[in-house]
């Protein structure tokens, strides 16, 4: 049986035995990318959809969803549930009104490069695993997955689940290769201070502000963020100076540091393709680097290292220079 | 009609450039927006659809509108219009043109908006048509025809070459100073390539998108169910607003800068955003769907309503291509149409 159709009979049987009152999964949308995030009921699974257009992370959703009345059901992708795990560990989410379900995710695909390959009209895109099969044109061509991948899959962090109370599985997922996660920030690394002043800058001098970024990361949940508060001082909507634009990126980072699982959402999100998971993750890397492997999310903790004092943390006045 | 090689743009944007400031689609750490041409620059025509549009031209994202400098009991109030220069605004499609006419209802009526206006005169406007439309394009349900846009110059890029039709007085003056680097010709080839491009426009999937259930009174669909599943994923974020062509909402702010000088700028702003309107009496829409419904009502029902019947969409399919969660205009008129499904 196709996965598609375990994931829509387990959303069925969890509603008809009344153990949840509402799903939380992706619709299909008008083409064959476009699925958004929706709730479903008994009365209406109209448009379930699981397949490689799947990429929302549907964790956040749980903050508001889980306030509300009854039992909620969720399917989370590998990369997903250390969103969910690092979102009870900060008391956002009610773990208790919610049923996980992981589902298996060999990585999500970009329709952008889809359309960058130069078809004009695209009638189906096909899963085969390692090759995706697109007819577009009146044609049928083959493609290499990683091809295609969504940013926020290129150098997929783990295809284990942190957390899931059942999972939906077909086809093994193949562990990613552990060294290329932090690849591109060693290259930024070994750039001069210039060449990556300048970098960063061509790349964040093309923000718009929208916010996406912000409004879709999961480690974001301030329920009045300090960019929206009149009374802040910094509040802004405005674009026009680089320095705000800078700022808001890097407070940004700074703020999810050692709670950011490195989803990826903000660079999948972000209409401009800003490379913004690269700042976050250069976080992760020097986490790793100074106080030993971490990866936030992985389990239900209060404590990320940056948040927790042990007698052999290193000296600050040591890493300035490093 | 005149035509010049494709490989021989960058004179025309150099010639241009000697007398003019001039914007165009310019490709930057991946992506294209509209910039100001330099040499350096990698000018990017034949994109189809910028990321922003060219709506910065005449109302930028962020803007100075006047200065003050305080001192004691004195305030001294500057000013900071200035004579606009005139530009060129070039590569601009025939969404894009007609989301100016859209501007236009809102800036150039009373009380008139001199930033807009002075920018607006000042520009010399010239179209591309879209030789490529994408199946995101959906111009044709605003009764745009995207083989022939106006401007006071309109562009064809078919095959090596760029055609160059002049529609305006402004259209001609521009085209005398840069005649010299074109060759004359008839307008065989691209009476051709427009049939062409209406038969490729036709065959695009949301090209009979049916607007009339936006006609129906205005509580019934103000009112409709429909909206809460519509609206369910939306983040609240403003990538929809901002790279939308015809969006014209901005709020008024002030910032001191280190002198003590305090500027009061405008920006964009977004009625998605949880503050949009906020006023001292509270918020008019307190709910993400509240938010959601606004703007399509806006665009399809409140702002046709005041202006005979123009719609506030232009098809540009923005929006389409840049919501994180895939929400768009196309599904709110789809799931509108009578003939669709009901959920």
Known sequence: MQIQE??????????????????????????????????FTKDNLNGFVYNEFCAPNLSKYLVNESKKEGKILVFLKPCDTYSFNQLVSEHRIDREKIVVIGLECQGMLDEKKIYNLGFKRIEKVED????????????QVQIKREELLSVKCVDCKSKEFAVADETIVVNEMKQPDKNSRFSVVSELEKMTEEERFKFWQNELSKCIRCNACRNVCPACTCTHCVFDNNKSGIAGKAN???????????????????????????SRVCPESIPLHLINRKFIKDINDNYGEFQAGKTVSEHNPLVDYTKGDCEPKEMVGK | MYKIKLSDLDKLYKAISEDYPLYLPIKKAGEVNYGLYG?????????????????????????????????????EVIDVRKEEQPFVVMGVRACDFKAFDVLDRVFLVDPLDTFYQNKRNAAIVVT???????????????????????????????????FWRANTEKGNALTEKVKGLFTETDDKIVAEEQKA???????????????????????????????????????????????CPTCQCFDIRELTKNDGTVSRFRCWDSCMYSDFTKTAGGQPRTTQMQRYRQRFMHKLVYYPENNEGV??????GRCVK?????????????????GGKDE
């Open chain 1, 6 to 39: 375990l994931v829509l009979h387990k959303a069925e049987e969890y509603l008809a035995s009344g153990k949840v009152d509402r799903v939380l999964a992706w619709k299909k949308g008008e083409t064959f990318y476009d699925n958004s995030p929706a709730i």
């Open chain 1, 128 to 139: 085969g695993l390692d090759n995706i099969i697109i007819t577009a044109d009146g044609q």
């Open chain 1, 240 to 266: 026009s100076d680089s320095f705000e634009e800078k700022l808001y990126h890097i407070i940004r980072a700074y703020h999810v540091a050692g709670r950011c699982t490195d989803c990826g959402e903000c």
């Open chain 2, 39 to 75: 040499e350096d620059e990698e000018v990017s025509l034949t994109t189809l659809k910028t990321v922003k549009s060219p709506k910065d031209a005449f109302f930028p994202q962020s803007e100075d509108l006047v200065n003050f400098k305080v001192d004691g009991n004195k305030i």
């Open chain 2, 128 to 162: 591309n048509a879209c030789t490529e439309p994408e199946d995101s394009c959906f111009c044709k349900v605003f009764g745009i025809d995207a083989s022939d846009p106006s401007g006071d110059i309109t562009t064809f890029i078919i095959g090596e070459n760029l």
């Open chain 2, 197 to 243: 491009i209406r038969e490729k426009i036709n065959s695009l999937p949301n090209v009979n998108l049916d607007l009339t259930p936006f006609k129906d009174e205005m509580l019934d669909i103000f009112n409709s169910e429909k909206w809460g599943k519509l609206s369910e994923a939306c983040l609240g974020c403003g990538a929809c607003t901002f790279v």
């Open chain 2, 311 to 316: 719609y506030s969409c232009v098809g540009c």
């Open chain 2, 322 to 338: 840049s919501c994180p969660m895939h929400l768009n205009i196309v599904k709110v008129i789809k799931a509108f149409d009578k």
